[in-house]
């Protein structure tokens, strides 16, 4: 973020309509033409998203949504807030990401959807999950939160998506400090959304304001207040602006990561799957030999002053969702306990990867070859 994003938010407190107004309905618009769809409705975060994206389906209890235990635990939260089941399934090792064998395993009686996580900005192998839930009658909704700028084959992730959501958290590409936007092709799914944002509201507040007249809404269904403020989305306008440089970038840095890491054996890098590209929103790498301990290694990098991070979370290993976690998920748990993230972020040089990449290379070194 920058000046512009600062006097952004300046302009829009200075117009008196701070709420969720005529600067949303712009992003919205730019976003849609941004992914190439017909529609986009901005929300108060992705968790927000898909679980109206779920809810405007039917998804209730007694459902079943297969979702990767393998992503951060707002992806299984939003199916538990419908009242439906999440059943875990495991993921690629390579990708860390749904496929169709694994969908064949978990796949049950009372499967109404699936949740399909491009984790990590890490394109999942769309055209096959999407037949295989079409084969039998079954929802798909894509958890895009990390995958903005990404593509499948040549398309931007989102743009043949029934319904794909994604995250303005900080942590990803474009940011709005919170917030989240759905996007999909069909009119009448995103008039309904847009009601149950607000409350299940026939006629939007910005839109009663606007008309000059006396319009009384109307709450036509038992909504929610999952809305998005004119400062967040005058904040995401510019950050839309700067999106294609900002994957550019995030692809340059990785390509250098890359190039360093070629000699390292024990680390395994994310890197683009064969269907498509990834926007680097994180760039984790595995590590492969048993010897090595993770902690270490976090805590050595952390005393030459390098921030890492554990790899992505496993849902199932966790207390809040230990009720649903009913069989092993080898890949997940072996990559859960074995990826860290390094590292990445628009103003590093090369130079500060040279010494990202000398301190982990430092750190095996210690505990795979100690001096006697």
């Not at 529609?39 to 898909?50: H, N």
């Not at 405007?56 to 439906?84: K, L, Q, R, W």
């Not at 959304?193 to 709450?219: F, I, P």
């Not at 998005?228 to 294609?244: H, R």
Request: net charge negative; hydrophobic share 40%.
């Amino acid at each position: 973020m920058g000046d512009a994003e600062a006097q952004a938010v300046a302009n829009t407190i200075h117009s008196g309509w701070v709420a969720q107004g005529p600067r949303v309905s712009e992003f919205e618009k730019k976003f849609a033409e941004y992914i190439g769809v017909n529609e986009a409705i901005a929300v108060s975060s992705c968790t927000a998203g898909l679980h109206l994206a779920l809810h405007v389906h039917g998804i209730g209890p007694g459902d079943e949504v297969i979702v990767p235990s393998f992503s951060f635990i707002a992806t299984t939260n939003s199916v538990i807030y419908t009242g439906a089941s999440p059943v875990f399934a495991d993921v690629d090792e390579v990708t860390g990401n749904l496929d169709v064998p694994e969908l064949d395993r978990v796949l049950g009686p009372q499967t109404k959807a699936v949740m399909v996580v491009h984790q990590a900005g890490v394109p999942a192998e769309l055209n096959q999950i999407r037949a295989w839930c079409k084969a039998r009658d079954l929802l798909l909704i894509e958890d895009a939160a990390c995958a903005i700028g990404s593509r499948y084959e040549s398309s931007l992730i989102g743009s043949d998506s029934h319904l794909a959501v994604f995250s303005f958290h900080p942590r990803k590409l474009l940011t709005t400090g919170e917030g989240g936007m759905m996007v999909t092709d069909s009119s009448e799914i995103a008039t309904r959304l847009r009601q149950l944002r607000e409350h299940g509201m026939s006629v939007s507040a910005a839109d009663r304001h606007a008309s000059g007249g006396t319009t009384v809404e109307a709450y036509l269904e038992t909504g929610f207040n999952y809305r998005m403020t004119d400062m967040q989305a005058a904040v995401g306008l510019v950050q839309l602006e700067k999106i294609d440089r900002i994957v550019r970038r995030r692809r340059e840095l990785a390509e250098t990561y890359h190039r360093l890491l070629d000699d390292l054996d024990a680390v395994r890098a994310v890197t683009d799957p064969t269907c498509g590209a990834t926007n680097y929103q994180s760039f984790w790498v595995e590590l492969q030999d048993d010897m090595v301990d993770r902690g270490h290694v976090m805590s050595f990098m952390a005393e030459r002053g390098i921030s890492t991070r554990r790899g992505i979370m496993a849902a199932h290993l966790e207390s809040a969702c230990s009720q649903f976690a009913s069989k092993p998920l080898p890949v997940t748990e072996h990559l859960t306990r074995r990826t860290m993230i390094l590292p990445l972020y628009h103003q590093m040089t090369s130079d500060d990867q040279v010494h990202v990449i000398q301190a982990l290379s430092d750190a095996l070194t210690e505990q795979l070859w100690p001096k006697s």
